[in-house]
Structure formats: structure tokens, C-alpha cells
């Protein structure tokens, strides 16, 4: 006959789903792998189709019996993938900080997965978590840590800098992932909202987006080429005002209103 405790204990133990995305070769299956074998392996190994794995962890009282589901990244093996989608409550988003694309496509992965999942709202109760891996590699490093984050906040998902190869920032980041999983497990499903705490708007990450990728000064501060000193300044004011370093707390902002200062005091010096 089960006693009490016993009952007790299974009430407080939880079965959660989740899945890796990202292209192929970024290190998910290594992410994984390092934290639940502690162990790295350098040759790539791609995975076919998926992986599937489980590991129970504890989370504050309770027990997680964790589902990981451990998908390919090659657009090929997109047939077998989007059957694996539904139900998951995590996410684990994995880019290669060498590899831009890979940085790129993350839009395209959650469109992938909103396209299986058939409605946005679905995506609102799921823990999203965004790996930046292969941070051991500094010299190929090409996306840098306030791009990335930026990314991922402004869209209420955690954000880490990860190696699977050196163990950096992989307990860290499932410790996050699992108890935010819990909390929204016993929030009746709702994510803990990251978005709450953010500090800035999506105007400023848009706009700090935006001048991440102008092609020249003008299009820098959004006024036409061959605009007036005042058309500059308050191109200039506007930006300086969302984007003041002691206002705006988004990742990247500084450099970013150093960028503009620049911009504005190249185009007022043809202009004289
Ligand atoms: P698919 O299964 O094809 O989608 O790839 P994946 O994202 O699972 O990549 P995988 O984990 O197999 O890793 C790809 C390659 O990158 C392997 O050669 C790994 O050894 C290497 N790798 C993964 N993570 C790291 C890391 O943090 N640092 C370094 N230096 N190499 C890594
Ligand atoms: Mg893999």
C-alpha cells in the first residue's frame, strides 16, 4: 500500500518535454551531452532525425523527469523533426558565436516551430533559453555577446554564453531553464515573464537593431542623403534621447549611441 510520503512525493513530481533547435553543427547535441554525461566529444556526430534522451534533476522540492528531445539542424531531416515539436514546455535555441548565419536562422527556427504549433499563443507557454556556443573559440568569434542578447531579451528569452567543449555556462543555464520550466509548471502554464524585468522597450531594440545594420551615416540616423543641419540634429536628438546610455539599459546601447554621435559629426562636417 503507498504511504503518504510516497503519494506526496509523486504529486511533486513533474514530466517535462523539451527540444534543441538550431542549425546543423552548432553543438546542441554536445550542449546536451556535456551536461548529462559530462563529457565532450570533438568529432562531429550528425544527429539523424533525433536523439532522444531523459535525466531526472531536482528542482527545489520537487522531481523533473526531463524529455529531451535533441533535434537535427539539417533542413533535411525537417520531415522527421516537425513531428516533435507539440508539447514541448522548453526550448533550447543553440547558435555558433563563429557563425553568423547561424545567428541569423534563429528567426527561422521559431517560425519553423510556430508553423507546427499552428497558433503564437502556444509559444507563450514554453521556456525559451538561447545558447551562444562554442565561446572557447574566440579568435572565429564573430557575433558578439550584445547582439546576441539583445536578441533574446527582447523577446523574453533567457540568454547564455555557452561551450560545450570547456563546460562554460551549461549548469548555469539548465539550472535557469529547469526551475523556470517549474515556475511556469506551477503557474498554471504561464512563462515567467522575462519581459517584465527588462528595462528597455522594443523600440530601443529595434532601433539599436536598425543601427546595427544601416549601410552609411544617413541611413545610421534614418534622414536622406543630402539632408540639412537641422534635419541631422533632430534625427539625432530623437536617437540620443531613446538610446542615452544613463536612459536605455538594452544590451548594445552604448555602442550604439556612440554610433550616432559618430554618424551625426560626419554628416555636420560636409555640411559646413
Ligand atoms: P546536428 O545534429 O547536425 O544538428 O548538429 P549539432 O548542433 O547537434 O552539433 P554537435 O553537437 O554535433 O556539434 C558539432 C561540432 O561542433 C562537433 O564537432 C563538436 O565537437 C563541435 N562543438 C560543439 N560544441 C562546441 C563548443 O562549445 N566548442 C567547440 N570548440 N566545439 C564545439
Ligand atoms: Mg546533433
Not at 504511504?3 to 533547435?21: A, C, G
Not at 535525466?55 to 520531415?79: C, L, S, W
Amino acid at each position: 500500500m503507498e504511504t503518504n510520503v510516497q503519494k506526496r512525493r509523486e504529486t511533486r513530481s513533474l514530466r517535462v518535454k523539451v527540444i534543441s533547435l538550431g542549425n546543423a553543427e552548432v553543438g546542441k547535441s554536445c550542449i546536451i551531452k556535456r551536461y548529462c554525461e559530462k563529457r565532450f566529444v570533438p568529432k562531429y556526430l550528425a544527429t539523424i532525425g533525433i536523439d532522444y534522451g531523459v535525466t531526472k534533476v531536482q528542482v527545489r522540492d520537487r522531481e523533473m523527469k526531463v524529455n529531451i528531445f535533441d533535434m537535427a539542424g539539417h533542413p533535411f531531416f525537417y520531415e522527421v523533426r516537425n513531428e516533435f515539436y507539440k508539447d514541448s514546455q522548453g526550448v533550447i535555441l543553440v547558435y555558433d558565436v563563429g557563425q553568423k548565419e547561424s545567428f541569423d536562422s534563429l528567426d527561422g527556427w521559431l517560425d519553423e516551430m510556430k508553423q507546427e504549433l499552428g497558433s503564437i499563443s502556444n509559444m507563450e507557454s514554453i521556456v525559451f533559453v538561447v545558447c551562444a556556443n562554442k565561446v572557447d573559440l574566440t579568435k572565429r568569434r564573430v557575433v558578439d555577446e550584445s547582439e546576441g542578447r539583445l536578441w533574446a531579451e527582447s523577446r523574453g528569452f533567457f540568454y547564455f554564453e555557452t561551450s560545450a567543449q570547456s563546460g562554460e555556462g551549461i549548469n548555469e543555464m539548465f539550472q535557469v531553464f529547469f526551475s523556470s520550466i517549474a515556475d511556469m509548471c506551477e503557474n498554471g502554464g504561464k512563462r515567467p515573464i522575462a519581459e517584465v524585468n527588462l528595462g528597455f522597450t522594443k523600440e530601443q531594440a529595434d532601433t539599436i537593431r536598425r543601427i546595427r545594420s544601416s549601410k552609411d551615416s544617413w541611413d545610421m540616423l534614418g534622414v536622406k542623403p543630402g539632408a540639412t543641419k537641422e534635419e541631422i540634429n533632430k534625427a539625432y536628438r530623437k536617437l540620443a534621447v531613446l538610446l542615452h546610455p544613463d536612459k536605455c539599459v538594452a544590451p548594445g546601447s552604448e555602442d550604439a549611441f556612440k554610433a550616432v554621435v559618430n554618424a551625426r559629426t560626419a554628416l555636420l562636417k560636409n555640411i559646413k
